[in-house]
Every structure is written in structure tokens, then in C-alpha cells.
């Protein structure tokens, strides 16, 4: 019995052992094959300077050695090593990826090629992925001057920050302004290494939207730009009071009247003139007066009182002067005719223009 039982246990063993070394046979003959554990990498946002390093994980899960035979990346900005090139079955080797972000001026993305003597695979592909943001952040952004007067021009401040260097340490920003009309008055250091820039509107500044950009660089980093916007409106100071008038004959008192150029300062009118539909209805004047010029608008002598109601809609232009004239258009009504007033339409509001400087010698 005991015989027996040693018999059954030996031949059992001697099976196992066959079939073990059956399996291993089979795995040597398998042939090379190229594993990864991961084939991608996002180094996120990176700083210009910064030197950027990943390890990728080889491993080779056939059952010959596994030869890397190249590996090839798809920028020369790359560099790619592995650190052993035969690499034996179940075991792994490590290739390291590093790359020099000062050479990159705008978001990247890569392609490491690793070609091997895997026969279903020979060549298997990695990916690198990094953004490069600015050196330095600059706010507010937008830059908003808001409704400005001519009388009371405001400055607006901005902060621009440097990172990853001391505060006392590194040149100043360069500052463009792509609008004559807009430019910089200063530029601080201040104690915690910020630059306090303060922007300002100049005196020649049109009337109107104003819609520009300011572009902030450094010398050290020459392809990184922020560019900013700066908005607002400038209103014109210069208008006519009352905004609009009116002439009716044979009413008392309303032969001639009278509107006062606010905001021209000692600025010249220089040329003052009636439209063609009121022209041979009204004469017009200018005269000075502590609150500025006032054009004066006077029916001619010689109207006659019409019959029927006649009602003449025109306007008197006042190019008033400076570096930059400026066309003030003042609504004109004129009845010559029975009836009320109050039967006219309301004419629309003075408004201001920019002139050309050949309009303002014509």
C-alpha cells in the first residue's frame, strides 16, 4: 500500500515538472514584446526657464530580450535616453525625457518614437504636452478710463508682476501704447517688486470711443506679450447752449437769438456759417462774452411777414479751433408765418464733430 501511495506521488511530480518546463519553453520562444505603462505626459503650465524631466517605464513582457533599437523625438528641443537598451524578459528600463522650456515661446506639443524588435509593435509612440505662460501678469485688464471731460483728464495705474525672481532684481517692462493719444507718464518700482505704470489721456485726445492696447514685454523674454485693452469715451467739452434754436416773424423778441459756445476757452472760432435751406433767411454773428464766444442768429431785415406758415429747418456751423478743430452743428428753426410756436416740431440737439483741416481754410 505504502508502495502504491510512493508510486502515484513520484509520477504526479514528474508530471508537474514536465509540464512546467513545458511552459517555460513555450515563454522563451515567445518573442519580445513592449509594454508601457503610460504613453503620455502634460506637463501643465510651465515658466520659461524652467527645465522639465519625465521618466516613461519600459518593460518587456515577452519571453526573448527586448532590443530598443532607436529612440527618436520630434523636436530636437527634446532629449531622449534609455537607460538600458537590452532589456531582458519581465524586466523594465527607464527612458528619460527632459526638455529646455526657455526655447519655446508659445504651448507645446510632442511626440517621442521609440523603435524596438517588438514584431507586432516596432514602433510604439509617446506624447509630451506643456503650455508656457508669461513671466509676469498685468491688471486690471481691461483698462477702463470711463466717461472723461476734457476739464478733468484721469490717470489709471496699472500693476505689472514679475515671477519667479526677487522683488528687487530685474530690468523694467516695455511699454507700447498703439494710440498717440494715450501714453505712459510713469513707471515704478514699487517695495514689493511690482511696477506701478500710470497711463494717461493727452490734451489732443479726439472726442469719442476710445478703444486701444497697450502691449507689455520684457527684454529677456522678447516673444512673450500681454497685451491689454484700454477703453472708454471722451466726452467733448465744447457745446452750445441752448442746444438749439429758433426765429419767428412777427413775434416779439424773436427776430434773433442767441447761443453760447461752453468749453472753447480762448480757443478761436474760426469759421462760423449758416446752411444753404436758412441761408437767405438769417444773418449770423460772433461775439465774445465772459462765458465764451456766442453766435448770434438774426432773421435779415427785409422778411416779410408769409401768409401761409412756412417753416424752414437748418443748422449753423461753428468750427471752433485747436490742435485738432472741431465742428459744433447747432439746430435751426425758422417760421415765417402765422400759427403758435408750440405747432413746430422740437429740432434735435447740437452736436459735435471732428474736422478736416482742409474743411476749416475753405
Not at 9 to 28: C, D, M, P, S, T
Amino acid at each position: 500500500m505504502w508502495t502504491l501511495r510512493r508510486t502515484v506521488l513520484i509520477l504526479a511530480a514528474a508530471v508537474l515538472a514536465g509540464a512546467a518546463g513545458g511552459l517555460l519553453r513555450v515563454r522563451a520562444h515567445r518573442p519580445p514584446r513592449v509594454e508601457l505603462a503610460e504613453t503620455s505626459w502634460d506637463f501643465g503650465q510651465v515658466l520659461p526657464g524652467a527645465e522639465l524631466r519625465h521618466t516613461f517605464r519600459i518593460q518587456n513582457t515577452g519571453g526573448q530580450v527586448l532590443q530598443v533599437l532607436d529612440v527618436r523625438a520630434g523636436c530636437a528641443c527634446l532629449s531622449a535616453e534609455v537607460t538600458d537598451s537590452a532589456i531582458a524578459p519581465g524586466e523594465e528600463a527607464a527612458l528619460v525625457i527632459s526638455f529646455g522650456a526657455p526655447r519655446l515661446r508659445t504651448d507645446g506639443a510632442y511626440e517621442v518614437f521609440i523603435r524596438s524588435n517588438d514584431l507586432e509593435r516596432p514602433v510604439v509612440s509617446l506624447s509630451i504636452a506643456f503650455s508656457v505662460k508669461p513671466p509676469f501678469e498685468v491688471a486690471p485688464d481691461p483698462i477702463d478710463f470711463g466717461l472723461v471731460r476734457r476739464s478733468s483728464l484721469p490717470a489709471r495705474r496699472v500693476l505689472v508682476v514679475r515671477r519667479g525672481e526677487p522683488a528687487d532684481q530685474g530690468p523694467p517692462p516695455d511699454l507700447v501704447v498703439d494710440d498717440p493719444h494715450v501714453r505712459v507718464a510713469s513707471c515704478e518700482r514699487t517695495p514689493a517688486g511690482t511696477f506701478r505704470v500710470v497711463l494717461e489721456l493727452t490734451e489732443a485726445a479726439p472726442a469719442g470711443p476710445v478703444n486701444c492696447h497697450v502691449d507689455v514685454r520684457f527684454a529677456e523674454w522678447p516673444g512673450m506679450v500681454r497685451r491689454i485693452h484700454i477703453v472708454g469715451k471722451l466726452l467733448d467739452s465744447v457745446r452750445a447752449v441752448p442746444d438749439a434754436l429758433m426765429l419767428s416773424l412777427p413775434e416779439p423778441g424773436r427776430s434773433e437769438a442767441k447761443a453760447t459756445i461752453v468749453g472753447a476757452g480762448s480757443q478761436e472760432l474760426m469759421k462760423v456759417a449758416a446752411s444753404s435751406a436758412i441761408a437767405d433767411y438769417v444773418s449770423v454773428d460772433c461775439r465774445q462774452s465772459p462765458e465764451g464766444p456766442v453766435v448770434i442768429v438774426a432773421l435779415r431785415p427785409g422778411i416779410a411777414r408769409t401768409r401761409r406758415r412756412k417753416v424752414l429747418s437748418g443748422n449753423v456751423t461753428v468750427i471752433v479751433g485747436g490742435p485738432e478743430p472741431r465742428a459744433l452743428t447747432i439746430p435751426v428753426v425758422v417760421v415765417t408765418g402765422p400759427g403758435s410756436d408750440s405747432q413746430v416740431d422740437r429740432t434735435p440737439s447740437a452736436t459735435v464733430a471732428p474736422v478736416r483741416p482742409e474743411s476749416v481754410s475753405e
